[in-house]
């Protein structure tokens, strides 16, 4: 059930507006406003789900579509090649400033390891 107080229902209901990149029944990806990589897109279920954290056992199919739909992003885009991160920030200490789960695709650029 959407939140009415979350930014990213109202992305997907169309209340604000975003520059999609893709789309279907369980998900939609859009460009990220603030990116930190030449490719930067956030994929997030329809289904409002709080967190990584707040996700449960029924919601492995959810989560395991946005994972897939990530590397065929990635691929449609011409930076899986080459190479891509993808990131879950979860809860406060972990990045997550926006309360509803999503993924952060990057890619265009190399990576370096350990992050933050």
Known sequence: ???ENCI??????GEIP?????????CVAFN?????????I??????HIDSLDK???EDK???????LTAAEIARESGFAEN???VVINTNSDGGQTVFHLHIHLLGGREFVFPPG
């Not at 990213?8 to 209901?13: G, N, R, S």
């Not at 990220?32 to 930067?40: I, K, T």
């Open 55 to 57: 996700a449960r056992f």
């Open 18 to 26: 975003s520059t999609r990149v893709f789309e279907d029944e369980n």
């Open 83 to 85: 190479g891509y991160r």
């Open 42 to 47: 956030l994929i997030i279920p329809r289904l």
């Open 1 to 3: 059930m959407p939140d």
């Open 61 to 67: 199919e959810t989560v395991g579509h946005l994972l």
């Open 8 to 13: 990213f229902c109202k992305i997907i209901a």
């Open 32 to 40: 990220d406003l603030h990116p930190q990589a030449p490719a930067h």
